[in-house]
Antibody, heavy 121, light 107 residues
Framework: QVQLVQSGAEVKKPGASVKVSCKAS????????MHWVRQAPGQGLEWMGI????????HYAQKLQDRVTMTRDTSTSTVYMELSSLRPEDTAVYYC??????????????WGQGTLVTVSS | DIQMTQSPSSLSASVGDRVTITCRAR??????LNWYQQKPGTAPKLLIY???SLQSGVPSRFSGSGSGTDFTLNISSLQPEDFAIYYC?????????FGGGTKVEIK
């Protein structure tokens, strides 16, 4: 079955960087775009960016584009999201999510299980 | 960015009740609207895509409707496992944006 498995929880100090991985299985990795979405504690969902696993092209949310980098490794069907210059307000659960597209319609399915990143001194 | 507004932000209902959640887009998004359910401590799960198409495996008591700027998610007969937070999301333009969520609680 289609599955996205993320790396484990992280605790980081302000100013540090974090790199979260997301390993895909059960489908053709390079055929579907992958997004990252984050959710601060008790808050809603915020889109962070997208990566095309085929060519590696990316597009990031404007507010994060100076600090986020998304990459992929096609040999292991894994995408990565690195966030630098961490601030306490970056504390959140980070999700990778596959974009499923039919003609012009698209939606997010499935979602990874989430990775909690805590930023605290 | 297209702002998505959900109402209500929370509601209390009983098992067996019919529940309606509304999502409004600031501009027309035609039918590029998806609905997700999130239970505590878990990732969101797709319920409805393209405004009214039921995702495989999702119970038929869930339904979606609407087009343009106004959309609704209906639960025909609320079940104990339906108590959760529901989010709408527009996929009309980048960046994709989400509504603020509607928490469905037990009355």
């Amino acid at each position: 079955q289609v599955q996205l498995v993320q790396s484990g929880a992280e605790v980081k100090k302000p100013g540090a960087s974090v790199k979260v991985s997301c390993k895909a299985s059960g489908y053709s990795f390079t055929s579907y775009y992958m997004h990252w979405v984050r959710q601060a504690p008790g808050q809603g969902l915020e889109w962070m960016g997208i990566i095309n696993p085929s060519g590696g092209s990316t597009h990031y949310a404007q507010k994060l584009q100076d600090r986020v980098t998304m990459t992929r490794d096609t040999s292991t069907s894994t995408v990565y999201m690195e966030l630098s210059s961490l601030r306490p307000e970056d504390t959140a659960v980070y999700y990778c999510v596959r974009e499923y597209r039919v003609y012009t319609q698209n939606w997010f399915d499935p979602w990874g299980q989430g990775t909690l990143v805590t930023v605290s001194s | 960015d297209i702002q998505m507004t959900q109402s209500p932000s929370s509601l209390s209902a009983s098992v067996g009740d019919r529940v309606t959640i509304t999502c409004r887009a600031r501009q027309s998004i035609i039918s590029f609207l998806n609905w997700y359910q999130q239970k505590p401590g878990t990732a969101p799960k797709l319920l409805i895509y393209a405004a009214s198409s039921l995702q495989s495996g999702v119970p038929s008591r869930f339904s979606g409707s609407g087009s343009g700027t106004d959309f609704t998610l209906n639960i025909s007969s609320l079940q104990p496992e339906d108590f959760a937070i529901y989010y709408c999301q527009q996929s009309y333009s980048t960046p994709p944006t989400f509504g603020g969520g509607t928490k469905v609680e037990i009355k």
